[in-house]
């Protein structure tokens, strides 16, 4: 926990040497993407999390090289008027979210600023305005998907999420972000956990996701187990919970370092291995191994706003890449839209098939392709328009060639990264194509992460195209 303190005479560090494990009082410039704070020190770059922009700070350096230092806040000598306590009482050790030390709104004028300056500093757009970041409905309580890490406590194991910078599990009893339905799983999860003797590596984490259409969750585990009866006894007994629709177990590649690729070997399903999902009046198949929002409402946002950009849907052509269970490609073709819904997940492209069928949406197509391969058997007019949402990597710098030879008249890219988003808006505008309005969602508050959706134009030889966004 950070130390207030009063202001004291610094004159003994007015010449200050950065060097790991020096002290420092730096003065915060500025919130950067990530969170943390940017300090300058005669032309040395310091970046501390948990500060905020105008505070001194008295700084411990941690590590850096060329220029560029990484500090922990150990006294704030002089707060920011709006700092407040974080209501989460692993704020500190947890390293979920950021900017929890920050007021709501106080929050969204930070995430618009930082979003401004790198599409200045990276998207070169110089005077790009940027529209309010629109706020989400719930800053605590919103997410329907969280996973938690396993891990060996004093006398069990226990579930939590990793500490900021490195793997040693911070075991918890609630998190804040999550939906209030999904508390009582995790601790029936950890309840039944505790009592067992797990080998090591059985299980490495627990994802749970809530339903709020079926007011149910699903359980997803992942690990090494060497075979099907090691882990069968624990689905069972957590195929019990109340409210619990399916688990599923998916065995990791033992060669991933990161304990997050799938390994080929079959699945293990207790119960449904899916759960349905309402969107704007759409109902949505999302299986185990599909992408899944965490903050559905302000997703929900997002598709209207889209829907109002396109004033005259009825036989409109759009090519949806990237498009996961493809909500925002059928909620055009609802409206009339003709919708081509390309994503290279097989299990997320038969979801979506599902629930195309589902809802009866004749204008929706769905495809099985990488964005880069489809774009090759794209001809130019075939599409009036593009819905672009890649994951945080971004667009390859093949798919944005592609796109700019096409010249599809409009585009709407969302992403979930700042700085890929810059680098990509960049690209397009070397081009041929105009920005005419960057709208952020704060999908993630309490975190750094910003939703932004950017639409671009084509250029003509008498200037941009007017349409209506």
Known sequence: MLNFVPITDSSSDSTPVLRVGSSQILRIEKLVP???GLARVDGHVVFCPDTLPGELVRVEILSGRKGVWYGDAKEIVEPHESRHQPPCPYVGKCGGCQLQHLPYGFQLEQKALMLKEILCRIGKQNSLEVAPVVPSSLDLGYRHVI???????KRAKVLGLFEAGGHVICPIEQCLLAVEEITPIVREVEAILGGLSLPRGLLVHVEIRWSGYEEGSQLILRGFAQNASKISPIMNRL???PLVRGVVYEWLDPQDRSQRKRSSQDPIVRGHDYLWQSYLGLVLKVGFRSF????????????QDLLQGIKCPAGFRMLELYAGVSPLGMVLARIGARVTCVEVNKWAVEDARISVARNGLHGCRVKEASAESYLHTVQPGQFDGMLLDPPRAGLMGQVVDRIVTLGVPRLWYLSCDMATLARDVKRLCEGGYV???VQPY???????????MVTLYRSTASGVETHSI
């Open 292 to 303: 899944m929002q965490a903050n559905w409402l302000l997703f929900e946002q997002v598709g």
């Open 34 to 36: 990530g969170g943390s």
């Open 147 to 153: 996973r938690l890490a396993v891990g060996q406590g």
């Open 442 to 452: 704060d999908m993630f508050p309490q975190t750094a992460q910003l939703e932004t």
């Open 239 to 241: 195929e019990q919970i």
């Open 435 to 437: 920005i005419q309005r």
